[in-house]
């Protein structure tokens, strides 16, 4: 357990206090970061709904909600709203500007 076990996008290991901590895999925060640079372009071209996209960035975040991942979600949703900005989407759940 000292390495960790890597399971259900999770990467989890033990503290030498004994405390178990569970953070989301660096390929699956990578992966958003593309995903979201592509979302922007398939919206610019009208491909895409705001909406859909809205929906799957929740999804994202929820998983990563069962993790020790505090900080990563905020700095993705200051990520998701710099590049959404304009568009009226505000990272949150809704389509408010």
């Known amino acids: 357990m000292?390495?960790?076990?890597?399971?259900?996008?999770?990467?989890?290991?033990l503290t030498e206090t004994g405390k178990v901590i569970r953070k989301l895999r660096q390929n699956?925060?990578?992966?958003?970061r593309r995903?979201?640079?592509?979302f922007k372009g398939l919206h610019d071209?009208?491909?895409i709904t705001l909406e859909a996209?809205?929906?799957s960035f929740q999804s994202w975040l929820g998983h990563a909600s069962h993790g020790n991942c505090y900080r990563l979600i905020k700095k993705m949703n200051g990520y998701y709203q710099s590049v959404f900005k304009e568009d009226g989407l505000n990272g949150k759940g809704n389509n408010k500007p």
Request: charge should be positive.
């Open 2 to 13: 000292r390495n960790g076990v890597d399971f259900l996008g999770f990467h989890t290991y």
């Open 28 to 32: 699956s925060k990578n992966r958003m």
């Open 35 to 38: 995903k979201i640079k592509k």
């Open 45 to 47: 071209t009208g491909k």
């Open 53 to 55: 996209i809205d929906h």
